[in-house]
């Protein structure tokens, strides 16, 4: 059930990220929550399981909204 919670998780910040966040950017920056779920999976709860999350949701966010594919997963990895 807690896995299920996590990627519910990850999914809602993936859809409100592509769609809703570029409406807060202030300078042509917008809060990243994809990148904000990585620091607090790898910080604080499992660390395994989010990265597994992490990776997923940053290739197809890359896939769905970037221009290079892999980019936004490797950045994330990298954080994480």
Known sequence: MRKFKTIVIF???????GNLMHYFAIYGG????????TLYYTL???????????????FLQDICYGQLVGSSALMYLAVG
């Open 11 to 17: 999914l809602i910040a993936f859809l409100l990220q």
């Open 30 to 37: 917008a809060p990243n929550l994809l990148l904000a779920l």
């Open 44 to 58: 604080i709860d499992d660390y395994r399981f989010g990265f597994g999350c992490t990776a997923v949701f940053g």
